[in-house]
């Protein structure tokens, strides 16, 4: 049986009155499971403005009582994450494990953000002046909004709708249209731990939705994750419309593996890395590069039987490594290129596009795992996010030319180098221009006190997603210069004074 979705609206669920939907797939059966409703511009524009009438009241609340409902949202989590990891899978596909991790990354930043009234302090200087104080505050913006991808329909929500909200700003939230499930049952945690109705309200829709958020006066930030020519059409319309924007994009991940590597470590470093969530993920290592031909052939041993065996299956097969991609669609689109890849001249070690479906789950969107060898820096399957399992070997003949290929590339997400020296790594460190670097750790996704954000055309604008960053992006500076002379009566100074 379909499910009609709602919005989430004041606290409480309402139906969609745009009379457009979406389908939305069990990517493991084929089945369409529900519908969600796509909000038209006068929707959203309702939200925003029901939005703006509760935000005063919440700034007002002192941030000690806004951090206890993020310390109650978090005993929600955990209470609730079986059923939020289920409903997470059935959606998106991904293994019930890695649906909890998905869950847990969000929660980690809950945390983060308990502690609100201390990153929220501000900055005082007494006695800047003789009688002068100059002191500085953090105050919310108003009403925010965050775009949010369908890979981890879970954890980006919270990355955006925690910091926003601990810093007493209204939240609308327009999740992927792909998994709305778990971000409307987020909203109503968030209820139930104690948030005011109007603060976080959870708009489904597409780019008529986008385009409204866009577009609304009352909107001071947005904050977007998902594909790069969406990232940079987000942040090119919202930057001409006077809001502050940060947008993350697209990643093809690079993993250099240097000759005196343990090989055995890398090759399950990039099998986790590379197909793990189906390779649904911004953090995944689509490409390795393996130092040396000595090197490459002593990955590709390695790797040919490791990825041979990966087993793919639906949320509930605990044996599964990877579930099913998000929809037929985006299977094809990875079939497409790694016929590409193929017609190019790659070397196509395993062959994962005879794969049988699972047992029962024939119609579901699965793609079995493909490893490339002798892939070139000129093939699509190079150059372009395939998001799929994917992963290419491009074989360098230097650690210099292993760097500039991963320098090169348009995407600056995320790499890794695996090596047993601690020269190379750090060099590597140093002069890479990509955000977040891994040392012998093929995922390097920063924990929740520290700021998560990709280069180049990984990340449009400024600041990064949670941490300290985050509680930037979601508040403005105001700086207070005081005077309280003993005696008025000296007279007004019309000169500009330096301080003495
Ligand atoms: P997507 O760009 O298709 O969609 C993201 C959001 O944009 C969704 O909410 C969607 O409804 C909306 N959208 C889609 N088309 C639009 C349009 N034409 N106009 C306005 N809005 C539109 O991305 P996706 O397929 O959901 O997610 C996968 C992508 O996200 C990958 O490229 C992945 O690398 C990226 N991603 C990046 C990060 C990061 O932090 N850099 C994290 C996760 C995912």
């Known amino acids: 049986m379909t499910t009609e979705l709602s919005h989430w609206i004041n606290g409480q669920h309402v139906k969609g009155g745009s009379g457009r939907f979406a389908d939305v797939f069990n990517p493991a059966t ?23 009438e509760a935000q005063p009241a919440w700034a007002a609340t002192n941030p000690q009582r806004r951090a206890r409902v993020m310390m109650e949202f978090v005993r929600l989590l955990n209470r609730d994450m079986d059923k939020l990891a289920e409903a997470l899978s059935k959606e998106h596909g991904k293994t019930f494990v890695d649906a909890k991790g998905d869950v847990q990354r969000g929660l980690e930043v809950v945390e983060f953000c308990i502690g609100a009234p201390h990153l929220l302090k501000g900055e005082y200087t007494d006695g800047a002046g003789p009688g002068i104080d100059m002191y500085s505050m953090r105050q919310a ?27 007493g700003n209204a939240f609308i939230l327009k999740p992927s249209e792909r998994d709305p499930s778990v971000p409307l049952m987020l909203a109503e945690l968030m209820q139930e731990a104690g948030l005011p109705d109007g603060i976080l309200q959870v708009v489904n829709g597409d780019k008529e939705s986008v385009d409204a958020i866009l577009d609304n006066e009352t909107i001071q930030a947005v904050g977007f994750v998902g594909s790069t020519p969406i990232a940079a059409y987000i942040y090119e319309r919202g930057c001409a419309n006077g809001k502050r924007v940060q947008c993350f994009g697209g990643a093809k991940n690079h993993m250099i593996v240097m000759p005196d590597a343990d090989m055995d470590q890398a090759a399950d470093a990039l099998v986790g890395a590379g197909y793990g969530a189906a390779g649904e993920r911004c953090m995944a290592i689509s ?38 991609v998000v929809t037929a669609a985006a299977r094809e689109n990875i079939t497409r290129l790694v016929q590409t890849g193929i017609d190019a001249g790659a070397e196509l070690v395993v062959d994962g596009r005879g794969m049988a479906a699972p047992q029962g789950y024939e119609d579901g969107f699965w793609v079995g795992p493909h490893l490339f060898d002798r892939v070139t820096p000129d093939m699509d399957i190079y150059r372009k996010e395939i998001f799929g399992p ?51 750790v093929p995922i390097p996704v920063p924990l929740a006190y520290h700021t998560f954000g990709g280069w180049k055309k990984s990340g449009f604008g400024d600041l990064n997603q949670h941490g300290p960053d985050s509680f930037r992006f979601y508040t403005r500076t105001k700086t207070v210069t005081a005077r309280w002379p003993s005696g008025i009566k000296e007279g007004a100074a019309f000169n500009f004074k330096a301080m003495d």
């Open 30 to 52: 084929g089945e369409v499971q529900a519908k969600v409703p796509l909000a038209s511009k006068d929707e959203l524009d309702a939200a925003v403005a029901k939005a703006a």
């Open 390 to 440: 994917v992963l290419s070997t491009v074989r360098a003949a230097s650690y210099e030319e292993a760097l500039g290929l991963a320098m090169d590339h348009e995407y600056g997400n995320g790499t890794a180098i695996f090596t047993r020296d601690g020269d190379a790594a750090r060099d590597f460190a140093s002069r890479i221009n990509i955000g977040m670097v891994g040392i012998n």
């Open 141 to 167: 913006l108003g009403v925010v909004a965050g775009i949010t991808p369908f890979n981890f329909p879970a954890m980006i929500p919270m990355w955006k709708f925690a910091p926003a909200i601990s810093c």
């Open 287 to 324: 490409v390795a590069v393996p130092v040396g031909d000595e090197t490459a052939d002593r990955l590709i041993e390695k790797l040919v039987p490791r990825v041979e065996k990966l087993k793919v299956g639906p949320w509930s097969d605990e044996a599964a490594d990877y579930g099913p």
